[in-house]
């Protein structure tokens, strides 16, 4: 209860308090800048850098992949992979779709959190803005990495 009074908290804060620019997100907690150029391979329509706070040697990227349903931001690092879908049934937390993997399972298996990836599968049970998306993510996905990996985010 107290982590979901915390990421509320942050969230407010966010919101705001942060400076936006086009999708530019900059909080005291991390930093989401617009990438330019998205490498050949990829059939992501956008794309942005994660950082957290201090933490710049390990950043993130995330991936915006359209679908029939809805939009997916795919959050890649070396070492795990996880996709946060948004349709009209809401926005949440799930396992990436084979064709956009690039993280071996075996290895994302043994960083994520199970339990917390089944609790983040509704983040909002409504669809959210591009902005609420990026802010949701970089707030929760701290959650899903098991304890013994949380130095992967530090």
Same mark, same amino acid.
């Given at each position: 209860?107290?982590?979901?009074?915390f990421v509320?908290?942050l969230? +407010?804060?966010?919101?705001?308090?942060? =400076?936006? @620019?086009?999708?530019?997100?900059?909080t005291? %907690?991390f930093?989401?800048?617009?990438?330019?150029?998205?490498?050949?391979e990829?059939?992501?329509?956008?794309a942005w850098?994660?950082?957290y706070?201090?933490?710049?040697?390990?950043?993130?990227?995330?991936?915006?992949?359209?679908?029939?349903?809805?939009?997916?931001?795919?959050?890649?690092?070396?070492?795990?992979?996880?996709?946060?879908? +948004?349709?009209k049934?809401?926005?949440? =937390?799930? @396992?990436?779709k084979?064709?956009?993997?690039k %993280?071996?399972a075996?290895?994302?298996?043994?960083?994520?959190?199970?339990?917390q990836?089944?609790r983040?599968?509704?983040?909002?049970p409504d669809?959210?803005?591009?902005?609420e998306?990026?802010?949701?993510i970089a707030?929760?996905?701290?959650?899903?990495?098991?304890?013994?990996?949380?130095h992967l985010?530090?």
């Open positions: 209860m107290k982590n979901n009074v509320m908290a969230l +407010c804060l966010f919101f705001f308090t942060s =400076a936006v @620019k086009a999708t530019e997100l900059t005291e %907690v930093k989401i800048t617009p990438i330019e150029k998205l490498s050949d990829s059939t992501a329509t956008k850098a994660l950082n706070t201090g933490k710049e040697d390990h950043g993130f990227v995330i991936e915006l992949h359209p679908t029939k349903k809805g939009l997916e931001y795919v959050v890649y690092s070396e070492y795990f992979e996880v996709s946060y879908a +948004c349709c049934k809401g926005f949440g =937390a799930k @396992k990436v084979a064709e956009w993997s %993280v071996a075996s290895l994302t298996d043994k960083v994520l959190d199970e339990g990836l089944m983040q599968q509704i983040l909002s669809q959210v803005s591009e902005k998306a990026l802010g949701l707030s929760y996905l701290p959650e899903l990495v098991k304890m013994e990996y949380k985010l530090n």
